[in-house]
């Protein structure tokens, strides 16, 4: 059963954008979906979403082994919308001309609409300019047959254009973000003008679809979900309980790698607020002497997934022949780690998604892998979960192994876990708590010297990590005020043993991540 029936596929062609044109379909209330763009012209069939969005790209389409996708879209009778790389190539597939444009445009330009109907529709026209986003070295020179242009800019005689009877349309602009103005509109006059889809997904209808969905899947048998405590594995907990009841079983395991009491106060808060079935199993040893010796992150991330994935079938088969494990993966971590181009992009195996054992026995159930974390928050509110579990700052699955840079000891441990503890209090004292994406302690593989009293010291350097973000996908760095960060310093440095020097992270993502490892 397809609990989206009606969908806008959007084809990415390696924009940094693409998740944000989704992110906008989905704003307005309709369901999309982000496929690579050689996704193979039968599956877009079945799929018969309602609409085809083609994102921009860094490449030319007259490079060598420039992304083409199937151009027998066209022929579907299913409206096309070309952004950028994704118009160009329209054209060209189409017959028309593009060509590297003398000025490049980059950054705002100006957009007179030709054409107020279509893409358009509502807007003025003529001399009203509306400010939009460009950002491309090659133009569209000659339209192909049966298209005509509906906007201009100065550097661009075909900005928007359209076919005069089928629904084929594109900008040379970028819609999905903020700096165009009109970008909103122009994306709902092609959702709902061209497409015709009604804006019915929201998160009410998701969770009775999806519910109904893991009843038909799961029928009579049993489950095993692993919590952490994170607002992602908390909600799908929730759900799989809707769906299932008793039949669910939560696992939260203590990997020795959890912040200071988080395995009391998880145990704690799910006994006390909720009536999920919980049970803890301790491996701090085993996961500990597992990494004893391992710096490469993606080792440790692996090692982690697989220790984690042992753990969960040795349960299940204890609760009584459990077939099928629920995990709270989000529809970021599954677009980051699939790659367009190979394996050799990945960017990190985020332990629930890349890092699954082959041989792995228990099916995989993962009913929050469509949703971005802040749809994610109004599934949690939806099935009625306490705030403070909702609002949480995520913690990565593989914890605190991915914030100590270099070899995992016991002791570097507790460093690390002094520093977060002071953090969080100056973060909440402060109120910003709720305020950023995320804010912690991260130890670096390097040592300085620093003078404490009249003695030379040579210790560690805490990095502190705050950003602003609304899914996670790219990132701010927070400007916290100088006062807090120099008391989270000298807290630091005054409290944690083995730490004489702090240092804050003032890094956006991209290009950076927001965890270092
Ligand atoms: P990055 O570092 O990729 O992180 O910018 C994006 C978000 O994901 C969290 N994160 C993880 N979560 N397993 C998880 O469940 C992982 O392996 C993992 N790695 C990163 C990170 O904390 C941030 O919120």
Known sequence: MDIHSEKILILDFGSQTTQLIARRIREQKVYCEIHPFHIDLDTIKKMSPKGIILSGGPSSVYDKDAPVSDPGIFELDIPILGICYGAQLMTTQLGGRVERAEKREFGKADLEVQV??????????????????????????????????????????????????????????????????????????????????????????????????????????????????????????????????????????????????????????????????????????????????????????????????????????????????????????????????????????????????????????????????????????????????IYRQPFPGPGLAIRILGEITRDRLDIIRQADVIVLEEMKRSEMYYNVWQSFAVLLPIQTVGVMGDERTYENVVAIRCVDSKDAMTADWTKLPYDLLGKISNRIINEVRGVNRVVYDISSKPPSTIEWE
């Open 116 to 389: 107020t109907s279509g893409l358009f529709a509502g807007m003025e026209t003529g001399d009203a300019w509306h400010q939009v986003w460009m950002s491309h070295g090659d133009r569209i020179e000659e339209l192909p047959e049966g298209f005509g242009v509906s906007a201009i800019s100065a550097h661009s005689p075909n900005a928007a254009i359209r076919h005069n009877n089928k629904p084929l349309v594109g900008v040379q602009f970028h819609p999905e973000v903020s700096h165009t103005i009109i970008g909103t509109d122009v994306l709902r006059n092609f959702i709902f003008g061209i497409c015709n889809c009604d804006p019915n997904w929201t998160m009410h209808s998701f969770v009775e679809s999806t519910v109904k969905l893991i009843k038909e899947q799961v029928g009579d048998g049993k489950v095993i979900c692993a919590l952490s405590g994170g607002v992602d594995s908390s909600v799908t907990a929730a759900l799989v309980h809707k769906a299932v009841g008793d039949r669910l079983t939560c696992i939260f395991v203590d990997n020795g790698l959890l912040r200071t009491q988080e395995s009391g106060s998880v145990m704690r808060f799910f006994k006390e607020k909720t009536s999920l079935n919980l049970i803890q199993v301790e491996a701090a040893d085993s996961f500990l002497s597992e990494l004893d010796g391992i710096s490469d992150p993606e080792k440790k991330r692996k090692l982690i997934g697989y220790g984690f994935i042992r753990i969960f079938e040795e349960e299940a088969r204890k609760v009584g022949d459990a077939k099928y494990l629920a995990q709270g993966t989000l529809y970021p971590d599954v677009i980051e780690s699939v790659s367009l181009k190979g394996p050799s992009a990945v960017i990190k195996s985020h332990h629930n998604v890349g890092g699954l054992p082959e041989d792995m026995e228990l099916k995989l159930l993962e009913p929050l892998r469509e949703l971005f974390k802040d749809e994610v928050r109004e599934v949690g509110l939806e099935l009625g979960l306490p705030e403070e579990a």
